[in-house]
């Protein structure tokens, strides 16, 4: 019963997404998803609460990119099958939605690493296991593959060559400047 995300990405780039879902096709999608999985998918409120509480501006966005992917894979028959009434739609939803931010629908379109980010997400929060791997396994290769610690690091090594760029500036000034002072000293 395992989600392979192989065959998840081949259906996907079978069937590729040629414009973006209108939102409300999109949530509908969604809640026709959760209703085959004997779920009582959240309200139009509890949707427009939930894009409130992300606060998140790629929201819509993500929302038609998890529809088409629903719809264009297997990953819809997958999700019915792991939807349980240990968690509210919602909170499987909210979840999803806090961990794929700020992953953007072309992010996800066009970056095999981000396409998996997202799909590796949406497991998540269904509580899947992915083909072929332990649930450590699974995790670590999330936190592999997560763009917000990415982009962490990223800022951390900027700030980095940045202090270290500085550094050699002062030294390197501090050495004209005692070069200077010893020039004027011997005329």
């Given amino acids: 019963m395992a989600i392979s995300l192989a065959h998840l990405r081949d259906q996907l780039a079978a ?4 414009s973006p879902y209108p939102h409300d096709l999109a949530v509908a999608i969604i809640c026709d998803t959760f209703r085959q999985g004997s779920q009582k998918p959240p309200s139009e409120a509890e949707w427009e609460k939930l894009e409130k509480w992300v606060k998140n501006p790629l929201f819509r966005e993500q ?3 998890l529809a088409h992917v629903l719809v264009a894979s297997e990953l819809r028959k997958k999700t019915v099958l ?3 009434a240990d ?3 919602m909170a499987r939803l909210q979840q999803f939605f806090e961990e794929v931010n700020p992953l953007t629908a072309e992010m996800i379109r066009s970056n095999a690493f981000r396409q998996e980010e997202f799909l590796r997400k949406w497991c998540s929060a269904l509580g899947a296991d992915i083909e072929g791997e332990t649930e450590q396994q699974s ?10 610690q990415a982009v962490t690091d990223l800022r951390k090594v900027e700030e980095a060559r940045k ?3 500085d550094r ?3 030294m390197l000034q501090e050495a ?3 070069d200077a002072e010893a020039r004027g000293w011997r005329e």
């Fill in 176 to 178: 004209q400047q005692k």
């Fill in 139 to 148: 995790k670590e290769r999330l936190k592999a593959l997560d763009y917000r």
């Fill in 163 to 165: 202090q270290e760029a």
């Fill in 168 to 170: 050699r500036t002062k």
């Fill in 15 to 18: 069937s590729p997404i040629v």
């Fill in 63 to 65: 929302v038609g990119m």
């Fill in 82 to 84: 792991y939807l349980t």
């Fill in 87 to 89: 968690r509210t739609p």
